[in-house]
């Protein structure tokens, strides 16, 4: 996903520092010869200055098949980890066949797969036999030419003394009848004979095994490899071992998978003395890579460690595999890490991790990103049945106990300025997937955000829950679910559910006890509706009940001659009317009402002297315009990018209406006291 600011060169945006990142991935590592830098020009692929091109799309180059039509000269396709282009004597345009390349004129390789195959190959007439000397045999010839071969650095050593400096002897073994040990030893006249170890420096001066004192063969490879019956300690002179492999305990005599406690402590000394460790320590069977000393005593217990010191260029890696299977005979397992780790015996261990990533970053600059990376790629045509990239199983085995199994253990992080535990970023599918029927305890707020960006929803859980302890409170479900329906939410429990805002319940289903009442949250404190939104009807088997208890009102009086008066005048005015809402919805079929209005009644309550606003069944809103402001929405890969924008969602207006209750009774007082004056005239 490319932003594209079209910020000027010099831009440290870091929007415009990805778009430099992928443009130079496609510099580098694109099919085409060509590609568009952020600010919109085109220029030169390094395939593209490399002059070959391909038969796909955008000049990528194609695995060989038949017809695939090359037109240029230039124009490679790849087969068998090697390309070829049409040869000088191919007509262009040429179509490939199904013949192979290797036997079809009209192609020629051009690259050094089939060379670097023939060099690495020892078999008779390749590798060095394929390398000559200026004016000279091979390689391969000079080398034998020069090379003494003996059966065993354990015997063959003893008593020679060659002319030559520098002189070769490839050894079979260390002992004479094996095959493991041995290696290239080289002669150097100037090698003091006091650096003998049996296994890399050799003294001709020291006496064979078969030569040494002891009473057990053991015992005499021992002598061996610390030079005993030296004859000529001071001298010099000795066979020096090409070092072309890791050293290993087989090179001091260890019989290869049996434990030789001597032979490892001897490689132990060599691997220390060789990368400048102030002491020798007991082997414990460890490979050291670099040459940096190691940061403590318990490192020198590691089986593996690499210690180095990198200047310049890190695209590298401490580990690296890159391994290719290809022709696999079986439907077995492939994996780049695993660990068997067995943790016995009757003492106590604190720990035993598979993997302990402890990076450490003390730079004064500025690193992107820090953590690990799972990168999968795929290719070909294959099928993939399921990728998992972290699969967590279940303890296998019996016996003892286990106090806890926590599968993906987070814990608080709080150094950052912005700390996310998880972050999904799915758009498609699920972003969690729990089918089982397995509880979830959550010890802080949940927030769902909705699709508009613009609000969230905050669940609170309470902490006794989240943090499983056995408490005497019992604490009720709560569930949000859907279903053919619609969504609904609620409690499988008898109990209350509430809806609160601003920390206080503001709506409450009671329970069995409270008869599953539907109430407010407090008395006499909010109402249902407002003049903008109102319910349109009501459906009820009984009426509403009012409250009219003497306790909570002051003495009734009568109305007076002028509130008398203005009953008689508001009864008059009751009539018949439509909703003009309703008239633009249904038309004729509209619904005929019976009523007046609010402004004909403050109309007659005024001509009499009375101030309408000052009686309940009169009642009159008005409101503000409302706004909502909306942030900068930036490009990402999920929306388009838009400016900070305002949106009305209210306009200003008002509205009268009546208490109708209060209304009628009023009206009703008004036709008692006509009633009661046609009785005294009667």
Known sequence: MAYNTGNPIGSTDPRDLSDNAQDFDQAVNG???????????????????????GTGTGGAIQSYTSGLVLSGYNVIILYSGEFYRPSASATLPYTTTATLPDVDGNLVSIGDANLRQDLANDASGSGAALVSMEGGPSVEAAVLSRTTFLAGVSESFAGLNPETS???FAVRGWFEDQEFGGGLFVWLPNEAKSLHDGGVTISPTVPAVSDQAGATSAIRQQNFRDGAGETDPGGTGAFVRLMVTIPSAEMWGAVPGVINGDAADAAEVFVQSNASQASVYPFTGHIVLGTKPLPSATSKRDAFQVSRNIDGLTDCHAFADKTTIENATDAGTYGTFDSETEVGGTHDQSHQFSFQDRAKFSGEGTLGTWGNIIWPVKIGTGTVTQRTDIEIKDVAGTGGSIGSHIGLYMRDLARANSNVAINLQQSDGFSVFAPNAGKWQIGGDIHVKNESNLSFITIPISTAMINGKSKTEHLKEAFLGTNSLGPYFGTPDDGQVQISSNLGNRLIIEDSAGSYAVRPGADNAQKLGTATNRWSEVYASNGTINTSDAREKTDIRQLNASEINAAKEIGKE???????????????????????????????????????????????????????????????????????????????????????????????RGFEARLSALEENA
């Open 574 to 668: 009751v009539g018949v009317y439509r909703w003009l809402d309703s008239i633009a919805q249904k038309g004729h079929d509209a619904r005929l009402h019976i009523g007046l209005t609010v402004q004909r009644a403050i109309e007659i309550m005024t001509a009499n002297n009375l101030d309408p606003m000052s009686y309940g069944f009169i009642c009159y809103d008005e409101w503000n315009d409302l706004f909502v402001e909306h942030e900068e929405v930036l490009q990402s890969e999920d929306q388009e990018a838009k400016a900070a924008w305002r949106e009305q969602t209210r306009v200003a207006g008002n509205r009268y209406g009546f208490r109708y209750d209060q209304l009628n009774l009023f009206i009703a």
């Open 166 to 168: 520098g002189a070769v």
């Open 31 to 53: 099919p085409s010869s060509t590609w568009v830098d952020r600010l919109g020009n085109t220029r030169t692929s390094l395939r593209g200055q490399v002059g070959y091109t």
